[in-house]
Each structure stands twice: as structure tokens, then as C-alpha cells.
């Protein structure tokens, strides 16, 4: 701890927005009891187990059914069935039977999953938070222990009088799904990444939110006056009478700019800065119902990513122009059998239904090596386990090999499509394949998707060997969209799970956005649009170099729209390519922002 000395931290800005207030820390969970005597009775203390075992479930499957969205309700009970999960009921007697205490044996065995699950990669390894959110919570109820979560339970629970700023070495995605906006004004995390989890649903839940701050839990304590700024990093401990000043000032403006001008008022006094002290991007309401453009009337669309058809119906309702990513995978992953296609038609036809004709895409099943399909075996493996997943069997690889699974979904998107009742413009429901790579892979794809019956068949360029050749693909495929994660991840050579990798994951590294403009460029030669489909479209200030680059269809989370519609406005398509030189210019992630921003209206600081 630093006592009252002002000091500036920086880490990843994962949901736009400026809060300023007092830290709730959030301590590190209970460990082993090292105390504990060694197991004499397996039998017996197995029951001990298997009861912490059903508690913790109960917990978990009691918060899924209070859940707000499809997406955490699915997240909560997945973590519900692993915390009963058969075989680590086995990992946990064999520790047991070996003499371990209680703990021990629980810690003994999640670390052996946790080890196994990091060497799977892929969604696997994404899992090792859940994990250790699940030996946490077990050796808590052993030992009659609270855990971190009632910290985060009391601040969701509003029984804190005044919002805090949550400041956590790690927030697991049960925990970060009870945040409430209303209680907590803002998060700083020390670890993560801008793709977790966490990210994603503070994200969703408008609040303000900056991770891999390294320091941060050193450097604060409960009650420490704090600043962060989800749209640049930055973090403020001790923040002087300046640093409240600006940031109440910037949450005013903020606002302003998010509602078209309506705002209130903050006059930097403790009391204005207490009701001006956040604004994130759940603010502007009904604000993403009007069209998107530049200054000089260069329409932009504004797509949604969602997970499920309960997200794609609140997107729907937000006004958005179409879904501009559907996963598909929340039909696929945590089951024993496949979808049927009945069951599969449903789902996408709601999808459909809530955009009544506005373009919805939908991506096939992006599974395989780095997210393992318990039915999707292969030559008799029951797994696709390789080295390295990520440059394994996985997306459009596995539907070649298991084409039956790829028929029926194909067979159901096409049902959706002609039940949507828009056949005749084609653009109601389009799809598109993951990790295509080869020209090979394209036609494959979109001759199989034209003969299912869907006139619009598209692919992902998240690979240098897809950007690079675009044009190509391009000749075959109807359309295109980047997803920033996986091409940053490829391009740079970087585990995206990998916290300590960050800085090479930006989406501002330039070797990026220069990989970004070959693509673009392909498809213009191609004649075929080119979208972006990457949670880096919702960053208002990239979305500007986005379009610079060339592109006109921007899929982000659907309450980032808001600001992003705000960016747009205040710059003229020639501003955007201005910006989007100087990035491409850049010798360093940090120096291409830099460069876009001092190239900025200067009125856009207000929505960043």
C-alpha cells in the first residue's frame, strides 16, 4: 500500500466509460486448511465432499435461474455441472484414498484438472477461471469459510450505501454475472484480458471497466478514492482534486454526447461528482435507434454480436441495423448429443424474427480442438486433444471431417430462411464459416451452402493466409467479415489467453490493422464487403480508423453502438482515413492511438 500518494496505472480498457469513487477490494480467496489432519476414513470424508460439492452447485444453479440473459444463465449452470462433475468426484476420492485432508484433496484435484484444461487450450484453458472459482467456493464450504464472493454478493446486493469501485486480482465469470450497475460504479481487475469473460459482461452491463492493471492491489486499499477510464486504461490512485474535477466533467459530457446533447450538471464539487460519477455505455437508452453516419453522410452499418436468440431480440430492441455475428456454439457446446434440426430451426428462426428482415448472420459452429464437442468424434477418438489446439481441427476443419453435423445445421439455417419469409431479398439470414484458410475451403463451404438453400454464404478472415488472399476467397464467397481476435492472435503470434501477452494482442498493433487493410483491399478488388465483426469495432476511436481502412459494416456489442454512432458524427470519411494513415504509420500500438486520437475532433475525448 502506497498510503496517500497519487499514482497512475495503466492496463487494457475493456467497457467504454469514466467512474471515479471508493475501492471495495475484493481479498484473495481461502486457501487449504494447513492444519488439517491427513484423511483416515475416505468414505467418510468423501460424504463431507460430496456435500460442498451439491452446495456449491445449488449456489451456482440458484444464480443461473436469477440470471438476467440466456448467455450468463448457460455460463452459471455449466459452472453448476462441473462443480458436480463424476470425474472429479473420482480425482478427489483418489487423493483421498491416498491421504490427503479434505482441502488438500479438493486443491490436489482441481489443480489436476486446471493443469489439464491449460494443455487442451482453446475454450478449455478459458475455463481454468471457472475452475478455480469452483475450488474456492468447495474449500470455503469445508471449511466454514466465506469466500471473496461475499464481498462482490455484498456490493451486488446494494447493502453498501454508496457505489464502489471493485478492485480484484481476478473477478471469475460467476462472480462478474452478479455485478449490479447500480452498485458497482466501476471494476479494475489486476489479471485478464480484453476477451475474457469478465470483460465481456461488464461490457454488457455498461459499467465502466479496465483489466490487467499490473500493481493495482498493492497500490489500493478499501476505501481508497479511485479514477479508471474504460476507454483508455488509465487508472488513477488517490486521484487529486484535478483528476475529480476532469473525470465528473467528463462523465457529464459523456453523457451528453451519448443522449444528443441532454445532460446534467457537475460542478466538480464533492456533491457533483457524486452524482455525475459514472456514465457507461448502458446510458444512452433508446440512443442506438437512429442511423449511423459520418459528418459528410457516409452511412455506416452498426451490427450486434450476440450468443444467443435472447440477445439477438434485445439487440432487436435497442434498434441496431441487423446481427452482424451470431454464435451458434450455445447450441452446440456443454451437451452429449448434437442439436436436432428442429431444434436448431427454432432457434435460428427467433433470431430472424426479432430483425423482421434486417440481415442476421450466423456463424457455423466455430468447435473443435479448442472447444471439444463430447458427440463430435472423429475416426473413433473421442477427442480432437493436438499440441496446440488453436492451430488444430477447429471451425470450418471439423465441419469438413463431421459433414453430418454441418448438413443439418446448414439444413435448419435454410428452414429459418425460408420461414423468415424475406427470400426474395436474400439478405434476411446469411451465414458464414469459421477459419477458412484456402480457396479450396471457401467453395467447399459455399457450394454446400447454396445447395442447402441459403442464397448468402460467406466466410471469417481471422488468419494472415485468409487476409492475404481475400480477394481470392472473395471471388467465391458472397461476403466477408474480420474477427479482430483470432487474426491478432494469429498475426502476432500470441496466445489470446496468455495475459501476460496483452500488449501484443491490441488491436492497435499495426501489423494488425496493416494485415486489416491487405483484406480490405481484396475484397474492394473482389467487389464484396468486407465487415468486422471483432469486439474492436465497439472501441469508438478504432472504429474511426476502421472505417478509414475501408469498411462500412461495423458488429460490436450492442450497447457500444451508442458511442460508436457518437464518433462517427463528429468526422468526415476523409477525417477517418486520415486517422487510419497515421495508425498505419505507427511504429507501436500506443504510438497508433496516440496518432488517431491527436488527429480526433477533440469533442470524441467526451465518449471514449
Known amino acids: 500500500m502506497n498510503g496517500d500518494e497519487r499514482r497512475v496505472l495503466r492496463g487494457i480498457g475493456v467497457s467504454s466509460g469514466v467512474a471515479s469513487g471508493r475501492v471495495r477490494l475484493m481479498h484473495e480467496p481461502p486457501g487449504v486448511d494447513e492444519g488439517e489432519p491427513s484423511c483416515v476414513d475416505p468414505q467418510l470424508d468423501m460424504i463431507r465432499v460430496r456435500a460442498a460439492m451439491a452446495a456449491v452447485a445449488s449456489s451456482l444453479r440458484e444464480r443461473s435461474l436469477q440470471a438476467a440473459d440466456d448467455t450468463t444463465r448457460a455460463m452459471l449452470a455449466a459452472n453448476a455441472r462441473l462443480a458436480e462433475d463424476r470425474g472429479l468426484d473420482k480425482a478427489i476420492m483418489k487423493h483421498l484414498l491416498a491421504g490427503d485432508g479434505v482441502t488438500h484433496a479438493v486443491a490436489n484435484a482441481v489443480g489436476e484438472y486446471i493443469e489439464r484444461f491449460g494443455k487442451a487450450g482453446g475454450m478449455m484453458a478459458e475455463r481454468i477461471t471457472d475452475l478455480n472459482d469452483i475450488r474456492s467456493r468447495l474449500i470455503a ?315 448468402y454464404a460467406g466466410i471469417m478472415i481471422e488468419t494472415p493466409a485468409a487476409a492475404v488472399q481475400a480477394a481470392s476467397l472473395l471471388a467465391v464467397a458472397d461476403f466477408a467479415s474480420i474477427g479482430t481476435n483470432d487474426l491478432a492472435q494469429y498475426t502476432m503470434a500470441a496466445d489470446r489467453l496468455d495475459s501476460s501477452l496483452s500488449s501484443l494482442l491490441d488491436p492497435w498493433q499495426p501489423a494488425l490493422l496493416r494485415m486489416m487493410r491487405i483484406a480490405v483491399e481484396g475484397g474492394l478488388a473482389a467487389g464484396k464487403p468486407i465487415s468486422v465483426c471483432g469486439e474492436a469495432a465497439g472501441d469508438p476511436l478504432l472504429a474511426l480508423v476502421f472505417v478509414g481502412l475501408g469498411i462500412r459494416s461495423l458488429s460490436m456489442a450492442w450497447r457500444k453502438t451508442v458511442a460508436v454512432r457518437s464518433a462517427l458524427r463528429l468526422h468526415s470519411l476523409a477525417d477517418c482515413k486520415r486517422m487510419a494513415q497515421a495508425a498505419l504509420d505507427a511504429r507501436s500500438a500506443v504510438e497508433a492511438r496516440q496518432s488517431a486520437l491527436a488527429l480526433a475532433d477533440v469533442r470524441l475525448r467526451d465518449v471514449l
Not at 400 to 405: I, N, Q, T
Open 141 to 455: 464450504e469445508l471449511r466454514g469459510l466465506p469466500v471473496a464472493v461475499p464481498q462482490c454478493d455484498a456490493v451486488s446486493d446494494a447493502i453498501c450505501d454508496i457505489p464502489v469501485i471493485l478492485v480484484a486480482r481476478d473477478l471469475s465469470p460467476a462472480d462478474a454475472a452478479a455485478l449490479d450497475p447500480a452498485a458497482v460504479r466501476g471494476l479494475v481487475l489486476e489479471e485478464g484480458g480484453a476477451t475474457g469473460h469478465t470483460a465481456i459482461l461488464a461490457a454488457e452491463r455498461g459499467i465502466p471497466a479496465v483489466v490487467g492493471v499490473h500493481g493495482v492491489m498493492e497500490a489500493a486499499d478499501d476505501d481508497t478514492r479511485i479514477v479508471l477510464n474504460g476507454g483508455t486504461g488509465e487508472v488513477i490512485i488517490n486521484p487529486d482534486a484535478a483528476d475529480l474535477y476532469r473525470a465528473a466533467g467528463r462523465v457529464t459530457r459523456r453523457k451528453a454526447s451519448l443522449n444528443d446533447g441532454a445532460s446534467g450538471a457537475a460542478d466538480g464539487t464533492a456533491a457533483g461528482i457524486a452524482a455525475a460519477s459514472t456514465v457507461g455505455d448502458a446510458a444512452a437508452g433508446d440512443a442506438a435507434a437512429t442511423f449511423a453516419m459520418t459528418a459528410d453522410g457516409c452511412r455506416i452499418l452498426l451490427n450486434a454480436n450476440v450468443g444467443t436468440p435472447a440477445e439477438a431480440e434485445e439487440a432487436a430492441r435497442a434498434g441496431v441495423d441487423g446481427i452482424g455475428l451470431l454464435r451458434s456454439e450455445f447450441l452446440f457446446l456443454n451437451r452429449s448429443q448434437a442439436p436436432t434440426e428442429a431444434e436448431q430451426t427454432a432457434a435460428y428462426a427467433r433470431a430472424v424474427q426479432a430483425f423482421g428482415g434486417r440481415p442476421v448472420v450466423v456463424r457455423t459452429f466455430d468447435a473443435g480442438a479448442d472447444k471439444p464437442l463430447a458427440f463430435a468424434r472423429i475416426g473413433g477418438n473421442e477427442t480432437l486433444a493436438v499440441t496446440n489446439p488453436a492451430l488444430g481441427v477447429r471451425g470450418i476443419r471439423l465441419g469438413m471431417l463431421r459433414e453430418d453435423l454441418l448438413d443439418t445445421q446448414l439444413a435448419a439455417l435454410a428452414n429459418a430462411y425460408r420461414a423468415s419469409g424475406h427470400s426474395i431479398s436474400g439478405h434476411s439470414l446469411k451465414v458464414m464459416a469459421p477459419m477458412v484458410t484456402t480457396v479450396q475451403e471457401t467453395k467447399w463451404f459455399v457450394d454446400k451452402a447454396h445447395d442447402a438453400g441459403l442464397p
